[in-house]
């Protein structure tokens, strides 16, 4: 299926104009990791409609497929064609029971792409993550890449792979635990991490790949 990551002649294009559109606008990318497909990316803090532009640019700039799910009504006449064309995926918030099932057997079916979730699940400020992200990736046997919009900074930080273990109470808050600290683009709608629980020291993220650039 053709996308914006895929399309002859158009793609070269625009990369070249992400680049250039990126280091105009100050933002970078930080981490010497070229992502290796399937991955579920997890992008926060999520604060901005913003976030997923930025997405798209860097997926260009990194030479990688990216797919993303977005709620059904961004995908209404006459913008679903575009929207898909940009690797949105559309989802029905009203049928949830099934989303993460139909996520993983899409996962499942197509080896190639990394898939993007905002685990805040909205721009504005919220005060949990879903978790339908942790649920998506062990249940399709892929790792996440944790990666960090600083908005502080101006950049967008692969932070390392994590591989779950089936145990999201012990996992998600040590996924959490990467993205203490930062501000996204709109810094009041960042999530508040709740208070950093104690990790005795021989037993800290023994699943979790070794911090990039190390």
């Known amino acids: 299926m053709r996308s914006i990551f895929n399309t002859p002649v158009v793609t070269p294009v625009l990369r070249f104009l992400a680049k250039c559109g990126l280091s105009a606008a100050g933002w970078r990318l930080e981490g010497d990791l070229r992502p290796q497909p399937p991955l579920v990316l997890i992008g926060a803090p999520h604060t901005s409609n913003w976030d997923c532009l930025l997405l798209v640019a860097l997926a260009l700039q990194l030479h990688v497929k990216v797919c993303w799910l977005g709620k059904n009504t961004l995908f209404r006449f006459p913008f679903g064609p575009l929207m898909r064309w940009l690797g949105g995926i559309p989802i029905n918030r009203s049928e949830r029971s099934n989303q993460v099932e139909r996520t993983v057997q899409f996962m499942r079916e197509n080896r190639d792409l990394l898939l993007c979730v905002t685990p805040e699940g909205t721009r504005a400020k919220v005060d949990r993550w879903k978790t339908g992200f942790y649920h998506i ?21 692969l932070k390392g792979i994590y591989h779950t273990t089936g145990n999201p109470e012990r996992d998600i808050p040590e996924v959490q635990e ?9 810094p009041e709608n960042t999530f508040e991490l709740p208070p950093k629980r104690p990790v005795a020291t021989d037993d800290a993220f023994p699943h979790t790949s070794s911090p990039i650039g190390e």
């Open 137 to 157: 990736a062990h249940q399709a046997d892929v790792p996440l890449l944790l990666a960090v919009i600083d908005g502080d900074a101006r950049c967008v930080i």
């Open 178 to 186: 990467v993205y203490r600290g930062y501000n996204g683009i709109v």
